[in-house]
């Protein structure tokens, strides 16, 4: 954002087409103290995939924007939240009581919590 601007219109600084709808989507600031770095872009969608962006892929227009993806979850992923002490580390939430925890520099390899829970997860703060 440009608070010097006075018009009331902001400018499109970069779009990104996908094929699945996003119930959640956070912009983490991992790597953020390497130069140049815009952080992660992390969307949980409605058929239970995970993908993180690079934020400055999409800004200079680029390609692939895709860093890691993954659909270990079974249901709609409803929420994501990160680790405001450890910056690399995610939780995402779906249907079912389904909770991983990601770690951002081995995004291949969830971990769980524990088993499902038969209460229903409507939110939950991650640190």
């Not at 779009?15 to 992660?40: C, K, P, Q, Y």
């Amino acid at each position: 954002m440009n608070f010097a601007d006075t018009s009331m219109d902001m400018k499109l600084r970069g779009s990104l087409s996908t094929s699945n709808r996003f119930h959640s989507l956070i912009w983490v600031a991992f790597e953020m103290d390497i130069e140049g770095s815009s952080g992660r872009l992390i969307g949980g969608s409605e058929n239970g995939t995970v993908t993180v962006f690079s934020p400055d892929t999409i800004l200079a227009a680029g390609e692939d924007a895709i860093i890691g993806q993954s659909n270990k979850h079974t249901g709609p992923v409803r929420a994501l939240d990160y680790n405001r002490f450890q910056n690399n580390l995610i939780a995402s939430g779906a249907n079912d009581s389904e909770i991983y925890i990601w770690d951002l520099n081995n995004f291949s390899n969830p971990m769980t919590p524990g088993a499902k829970s038969q209460v229903g997860m409507h939110y939950f703060n991650f640190f």
